[in-house]
C-alpha cells in the first residue's frame, strides 16, 4: 500500500527555517513526481514545490522561490522542503503528494496531477 508521512512542522517565528519531510512507504519514491502543497485556512490549495522523477527538475511557486527548496534522499527513500526566511504567509497545513511523471513539473504542480497524498503537517510562523 502507498504512503506517505509528512513531519518537520511547527511553530517558528518570522524569518526562521524548518525542513519538511515526506517519507514513503509502500513504493519508491524514486520512480514518482513529488509535489509539496499547501492549505491555508479560508484559502485553496496551492503547489508549494515540485520535483521531477527522471531529470530532478523542479518547479516553484513564485512566493516561495529563492526561499524555499525541494529535494530528494533516494537512500532514505525520502523528499525534503527546506523553506528558509518564513514569513507569516507561509502558515499552512502542508502536504506532499505523489504521482508518476504524466506532463511536465510544472504542470503537475500547478494543477495538482497527483493521485496520493499525505495527512499533512502543520506549519505556523508567528511571533
Known amino acids: 500500500q502507498l504512503q506517505l508521512v509528512e513531519s518537520g512542522g511547527g511553530l517558528v517565528q518570522p524569518g526562521g527555517s524548518l525542513r519538511l519531510s515526506c517519507a514513503a512507504s509502500g513504493f519508491t519514491l524514486d520512480n514518482y513526481a513529488i509535489g509539496w502543497f499547501r492549505q491555508a485556512p479560508g484559502k485553496e490549495r496551492e503547489g508549494v514545490s515540485c520535483i521531477s522523477s527522471n531529470d530532478g527538475n523542479t518547479y516553484y511557486t513564485d512566493s516561495v522561490k529563492g526561499r524555499f527548496t525541494i529535494s530528494r534522499d533516494n537512500a532514505k527513500n525520502t523528499v525534503y522542503l527546506q523553506m528558509n526566511s518564513l514569513k507569516p504567509e507561509d502558515t499552512a497545513v502542508y502536504y506532499c503528494?505523489?504521482?508518476?511523471?504524466?506532463?511536465?513539473?510544472?504542470?503537475?504542480?500547478?494543477?495538482?496531477?497527483?493521485?496520493?497524498w499525505g495527512q499533512g503537517t502543520q506549519v505556523t510562523v508567528s511571533s
Open positions: 503528494a505523489a504521482n508518476s511523471l504524466i506532463t511536465t513539473i510544472q504542470r503537475m504542480c500547478v494543477y495538482a496531477f497527483f493521485g496520493s
